[in-house]
């Protein structure tokens, strides 16, 4: 049987697929770039799949129709449909009575969520070799470690490291490696190794595709259903777990974000499930300025859109203003000008 894309603004055909879908207990992903299906003769979707980023997800086969190898040919379908795009190094997520499916397929697990889900990728040694490069970079001493955005790099994140600088001998700054707006990856790591380049103990990486990455927390760059964000936090959360154990980290120190409900959700979920792998959960209230407005990444996007970066001066170290105000950032300002929104990032 042909495999067939659906499209996204077919309403009649996705609400189909939903409904296949949830006749196996998984619900349609509110965000997804690539659905593909398999219609039996009378035109009704009878196996489907779909891709996000480097995941493949959202699989389900007709119960009626299992059996006859259908998922094998969706999978076929979604890994050429992803190589013709660039992307070798898939993911997948699928519930744990599917993940031995997937094994025999390829693929090797990563973490999982008990009763929930399991996460996987087609490469044998691909966390493993990002878990032995990360041990490398591990000091003596005691060590935490900080995730962040930094969209730019503020004094609030300052103080973030600052506060767990004055408590461990080292700092692991992991910076998303992922482009989340107008401001890239590349330029949001060097702003933060030129924010803390004074302090001793602070080592920067980037997050890779481990991390808080949209191939495991899709839900932190989309905003989701809170089940599925919940779900999401805790497989990030044991991916973290095991980063933690690599580094020798005994405690992830977190901003408090009451603004955001995503990550107050992921706060939460840490605070819970960290020190059940002997890892300790901090959460830093935000820093606010003598006049009470608190320090805000998004306040400043939004002062570069409207050419007022004077405005939020005291918010930002010497080299973000620096940069800002330098030739050097002239098209990432001119990228922030033009977007219609620079405050969900």
Request: aromatic share 8%; net charge negative.
């Amino acid at each position: 049987m042909a495999v067939s894309a659906v499209s996204q603004q077919d309403r009649r055909g996705v609400a189909r697929i939903r409904a296949l879908l949830e006749r196996v207990g998984i619900t349609l992903d509110a965000h997804l770039d690539y659905t593909c299906a398999i219609y039996d003769d009378e035109g009704e979707p009878i196996a489907t799949g779909s891709a996000f980023g480097p995941t493949l997800r959202c699989f389900a086969v007709d119960p009626d129709h299992q059996g006859e190898g259908l998922l094998n040919e969706i999978i076929s379908h979604l890994m050429d449909y992803q190589a013709g795009r660039g992307m070798t190094h898939l993911f997948v997520y699928t519930k744990p009575a599917s993940a031995r499916f997937f094994c025999d397929l390829g693929f090797y697990e990563i973490a999982r969520v008990p009763g929930s889900l399991v996460f996987l990728e087609n490469r044998r040694r691909g966390f493993s070799d990002y878990l032995a490069a990360l041990s490398r970079t591990a000091r003596p001493g005691s060590a935490c470690a900080i995730v962040m955005n930094a969209n730019p790099f503020t004094l609030g994140h300052r103080y973030l490291i600052e506060q767990a600088a004055a408590s461990f001998d080292t700092v692991h700054l992991f910076l998303l490696s992922e482009d989340a707006g107008p401001i890239p990856a590349r330029v949001r790591l060097e702003l933060a190794r030129r924010g803390t380049a004074d302090l001793a103990g602070v080592v920067c990486h980037e997050s890779g595709d481990y991390l808080i990455s949209k191939a495991t927390f899709p839900s932190y760059f989309l905003k989701n259903e809170d089940t599925v964000i919940r779900a999401q936090a805790a497989l990030d959360t044991a991916i973290f777990a095991k980063i933690a154990q690599a580094l020798g980290v005994t405690c992830r120190v977190v901003g408090e974000e009451p603004t955001s409900h995503v990550t107050g959700i992921y706060n939460e979920i840490m605070a819970k499930t960290l020190p059940q792998h002997g890892v300790a959960c901090r959460i830093i209230p935000r820093k606010a300025l003598p006049d009470g407005r608190v320090i805000s990444a998004s306040q400043v996007r939004q002062a570069i859109h409207d050419d007022r970066l004077g405005d939020v001066a005291d918010m930002l170290p010497d080299t973000t203003l620096s940069y800002f105000r330098s030739a050097e950032s002239e098209q990432v300002r001119a990228a922030i000008r033009r977007e219609e929104d620079v405050i969900h990032y």
